[in-house]
């Protein structure tokens, strides 16, 4: 079976500081994907990012970077010099080859204070 | 369309009633998922179908839910004799497979479904 874990329910930032968003997954399988969203207030889903099993470079866009480690199971999220705009809740999400659908965690919301 | 597209957008309905709520996916993409959201929690996975293969149901809550997908397009989720607890947004998303690798799913804006 597959799991994501984002163990912080709740994250409160004041602009400009640097914030990391967890995200522990457990998979049997050797393929998967892992992918981040994002869920502004309107609701909306929007796809930040994906990255395969067996692709462990990090990666960065911008203010965003990605931390993708097997040895711990984890894909942790970390934005730098915040934002207001950055507050949303955020979904790290879980697909296995065997079975496609994405499995998500729980999400972290994230509030951004001027 | 250019994005997955869900209608109603907005859906309240009397308890026991029978609801259908319309998922247009991206055109081209193969994979269409079902997913609900009930308010300030997670999504939880309802179903799941690529092309022609049987679709994954394992996340359907009981046997009043049940779905289609016509042509390999338009998906049609059904909710029969609703319930209060059924009250949530209703998320749609489609994705496709390149090379046989999963790509990332876009999402349609929800159906958000009141039972009184």
């Known amino acids: 079976a597959q799991k994501v874990t984002q163990a912080q329910t709740e994250i409160s930032v004041v602009e400009k500081e640097d914030v990391t968003l967890d995200c522990v997954y457990e998979?049997?399988?050797?393929?998967?994907?892992l992918f981040w969203y994002k869920q502004p207030p309107s609701g909306e889903l929007v796809f930040l990012i994906r990255?395969?099993?067996?692709?462990?470079q990090n990666e960065i866009s911008g203010r965003y970077s990605w931390n993708f480690q097997k040895s711990t199971s984890s894909f942790n999220f970390t934005i730098t010099a915040s934002q207001v705009v950055d507050s949303a809740v955020y979904f790290c999400a879980l697909s296995v080859n065997s079975g496609y659908a994405l499995n998500f965690g729980k999400g972290t919301s994230l509030l951004v204070t001027p | 369309g250019a994005g997955v597209s869900q209608s109603p957008s907005n859906k309240v309905t009397e308890k026991g009633k029978d609801v259908e709520l319309r998922c247009d996916p991206i055109?081209?993409?193969?994979?269409l998922y079902w997913y609900r959201q009930s308010l300030g929690q997670g999504l939880e996975f309802l179903i799941y179908?690529?092309?022609?293969?049987?679709?994954?149901k394992s996340g359907l809550p009981s046997d009043r839910f049940s779905a289609e997908r016509t042509g390999g397009s338009v998906s049609t989720l059904t909710i029969q004799r609703t319930q209060q607890e059924d009250s949530a947004v209703y998320l749609c998303?489609?994705?496709?497979?390149?090379?046989?690798?999963?790509?990332?799913?876009?999402f349609g804006q929800g159906t958000r479904l009141t039972v009184v």
């Open positions: 998979t049997r399988d050797t393929t998967y994907y």
């Open positions: 990255r395969n099993s067996f692709d462990e």
């Open positions: 998303a489609s994705s496709s497979l390149t090379g046989g690798r999963v790509t990332e799913a876009f």
């Open positions: 055109s081209g993409h193969t994979a």
């Open positions: 179908f690529q092309g022609n293969s049987a679709p994954d």
